[in-house]
């Protein structure tokens, strides 16, 4: 944390007191932002804009600049290791990302090579050397990585689904080559996020946007299982040991406590879980993010205040267990959410969150 002008992210992440509730966005750095769009516009695609270190940071800075969060997280996308993998990554207009080259058999499984970090991403690493250095010390920086399970669903079903028919098939014909490709894929996380650590990420996080689609059992088995790897690689590696680790399982509510006992440092928490009754369910273990509903942003003003406070009121810092809270949203901010509302949000929180944190009388 040194040289940080705003650490207070940091510090709740490692469970320390702090004098407010810190507040950043997923997908904070989005189409929701006119400057976002004319950047993309500028870079003539989603993937050169990933791509070119440069305008990511651009990017990524620009919700720092005019919202002054409490921290940025490095504009990229979870499918960069299945492109690096050699599934041919193209983003279809209206349909999203698509690969040209979806696994489909258990010989291809078997012949998939992973990805060195430094050689075949790069651009992510240079994308974060050159993030940290324009951050400056304002706040600290966040790197991530989809979850094995989710990156392994679009690498076989090809695109996003609905229904998953194709890696729930696979997951059910052939357990066999599901946990092959789920183990090339951990290590390929491992080795990403510990370089991404490397690079200057001070905080990192797993998506694991698909994990509730999963049964309990299967979510144990072929989610949670390699999640728990990555966190223990990346906290007895000496680039990541001291870098709080937040998974976060969309959908995944009803395990949290088996989520806290992968010893990660915080988890994330969508806006169907009620935060008090998380918050006593995990105890003093993790610190706990989240958990508005998105689509509040696409309201008014009011309706933003109302429930952000009705967020901070719901973790109580004057109760026990408190570990600590990250403000965020649900999920990722919408495209249809208004800027102006991200301005009423962080300085509700900036203004208001402090009551919540003054002790007892």
Known sequence: MANLKNDLYLRTLRGEKVERTPIWVMRQAGRYLPEYRATRKRAGDFLTLCKTPELACEVTLQPIDRFGLDAAILFSDILTIPDAMGLGLVLEEGVGPVFERPLRSAAEIAALGVPDAEQDLGYVMDAVRVIRAELDGRVPLIGFSGSPWT??????????????????????????????????????????LIAQAAAGAQSLMVFDTWGGMLSTANYQAFSLQYMSQIVAALKSHEHSSDV???????????WLEAMADTGCD??????????????????????????????????????????????????????EHDKGHVFNLGHGIQPHAKPDNMQVLVETIKSHSGSFHLPND
Not at 152 to 164: H, I, L, P, Q
Not at 169 to 185: N, P
Not at 267 to 288: E, H, M, N, P, Y
């Open 151 to 192: 990156l392994a669903s679009y690498m076989v079903e090809g695109r996003g689904s609905k229904e998953f028919h194709l890696v729930k098939g696979l997951m059910f014909e052939d357990s066999r080559a599901m946990h092959q490709l789920l183990q090339k894929v951990t290590e390929a996380v491992i080795d990403y």
């Open 244 to 254: 709080p680790l937040v998974l976060f399982t969309k959908g995944g509510g009803q």
């Open 266 to 319: 915080g988890l994330g928490l969508d806006w169907t879980v009620d935060l008090a009754s998380a918050k006593q369910r995990v105890g003093d273990r993790v610190v706990l993010q989240g958990n508005m509903d998105p689509v509040v942003m696409n309201t008014g003003p009011d309706q933003v205040r109302d429930q952000a406070l009705s967020v901070l009121a719901a973790y109580d810092h004057h109760g």
